[in-house]
């Protein structure tokens, strides 16, 4: 079984940064393609970035230039670099491989 950890949110103004992280129990991101989803309140999950073996990335139209996904093979973490946060960016962040997800992150953003 493959565990996910997550961290790296809170409570934040509009326009300021967050960095997320989530650290795999095994050597898994290197060998699949990754992605970041968010839950804001009341909406369902929908797909922020994905990260592909190759390194090919792919975003979501509303975070195009402000967001970025990245992995560190040798530590097992995938990363999502969050700069420019709108309050429209409130919600609980996942990290997905394959079929495991992290346990959320909360992510709020003050206007």
């Known amino acids: 079984q493959v565990q996910l950890v997550e961290s790296g949110g809170g409570l934040v103004q509009a326009g300021g940064s967050l960095r997320l992280s989530c650290t795999a129990s095994t050597i898994i991101f290197s060998l699949n393609n990754v992605a970041w989803y968010r839950q804001a309140p009341g909406k369902q999950r929908e797909s922020v970035a994905r990260l592909t073996v190759s390194g090919t990335t792919n975003y979501a139209d509303s975070v195009k230039g402000r967001f970025t996904i990245s992995r560190d093979n040798a530590k097992n973490t995938l990363y999502l670099q969050m700069n420019s946060l709108q309050p429209e960016d409130t919600g609980v962040y996942y990290c997905?491989?394959?079929?495991?997800w992290g346990q959320g992150t909360q992510v709020t953003v003050s206007s």
């Open positions: 997905n491989v394959v079929v495991y």
